[in-house]
């Protein structure tokens, strides 16, 4: 059956909800990647966290804390750029509750559309995350509902470990990554690896993460000495777009028990990687994924290799693809023509 533009298509909730013994997320490909294998000379693996039914990692965290927090809520509230939204509206429609999701006026209209067809309500505020965030814990506190962070919370640290867990099933006894790339928004990915590292005795693994100037919280504060806040969000990477990293984060980047290397890639960077993952791995991702990925196709990880912060010849490099869900062919046309006029 074809569906034509016009047509509305709606998502039920579920005939049974989810219980505690379910996870909401599930076990993502672990896949090499021959290409970028090529490029840096050592093999590359890509845990593929847009294949999450939410399209990306954030439904790994999100979805325990609403599991711990709000089964038996009236509702739940979540600010965000995007994915924590689409996770939480996920976790609430398979748990057969409430999800009101506060989102910035930058956020793509097709995930308005993703978010309403999972029968979240939808609110508008402001222009970066953190106007909506102020009003998703004001909704908390005058409407009775559960807040959802999409970021800074144990529990979403908690469930986002599991990636690291799973990586590690798939590449067998024996087998530790040279280093993690992955982006950083907010810093619960990153918290989440941390956790994940030690958790399966792989706390001497380097973390490369990767930011957009403009949307770089957390590499501002590294060079401060302390946690900062942007004066604002610039760059295109919008899911990245947190003015302050959460304060775990900022203490791992500075923590001796692991090592945190905060880099910057620009938009154009995070977008050519994007383009070029599109070309080679046939896999559609967006702008905040691309960052990561920018740091093999732009040559950043044979700068942190010559320069000795990253092993010559380390064991495999592991790729955090987050995925996303704000991006499809329109979106990356609109990108592709606004940083091309910059």
Not at 149 to 159: A, K, N, R, T
Not at 254 to 266: H, L, P, Q
Request: aromatic share 4%; hydrophobic share 40%; proline share 4%.
């Amino acid at each position: 059956m074809h569906l034509e533009q016009r047509d509305v298509v709606r998502i039920f909730p579920p005939t049974t909800c989810s219980t505690m013994d379910e996870h909401l997320h599930v076990n993502t490909p672990l896949l090499e990647s021959v290409a970028m294998s090529k490029r840096v000379g050592t093999a590359v693996y890509l845990k593929m966290e847009n294949s999450q039914p939410s399209g990306s990692f954030k439904i790994r965290g999100i979805g325990h804390l609403c599991q711990q927090l709000a089964s038996t809520s009236k509702g739940i509230v979540c600010s965000s750029g995007g994915n924590a939204g689409m996770a939480a509206a996920y976790a609430a429609r398979k748990m057969c509750v409430p999800a009101t999701i506060v989102i910035p006026s930058s956020t793509p209209h097709l995930v308005v559309q993703r978010l309403r067809d999972q029968g979240a309500t939808v609110k508008i505020v402001g222009k970066i995350w953190d106007d909506a965030n102020a009003e998703a814990l004001r909704l908390a506190q005058t409407e009775g509902l559960t807040y959802v962070s999409p970021f800074d919370h144990p529990l979403i640290w908690q469930g986002h470990s599991s990636v690291i867990t799973e990586a590690a099933s798939s590449l067998g006894p024996g087998v530790k990554p040279g280093a993690v790339l992955l982006s950083v928004g907010g810093g619960g990915l990153l918290c989440g690896v941390v956790q994940g590292l030690k958790n399966v005795g792989w706390a001497d693994v380097p973390i490369i993460a990767v930011e957009t100037a403009g949307a770089d919280c957390l590499n501002a504060s590294v060079k401060a000495g302390r946690r900062v806040t942007l004066d604002d969000i610039t760059s295109e990477a919008k899911c990245l777009g947190a003015k302050t990293v959460c304060q775990q984060a900022f203490e791992y980047s500075r923590s001796k028990e692991v090592t945190v290397i905060s880099e910057v890639v620009t938009d154009r960077q995070a977008l050519h990687a994007l383009e070029t993952f599109l070309d080679e791995e046939r896999v559609l991702v967006e702008m905040a994924c691309g960052a990561a990925l920018a740091a093999v196709y732009s040559g950043l990880v044979h700068r942190l290799q010559a320069e000795g912060r990253v092993a010559a010849h380390p064991g495999p490099l592991l790729v955090i693809v987050c995925g996303g869900s704000g991006i499809d062919l329109e979106q990356l046309f609109l990108l592709k023509r606004k940083l091309e006029k910059e």
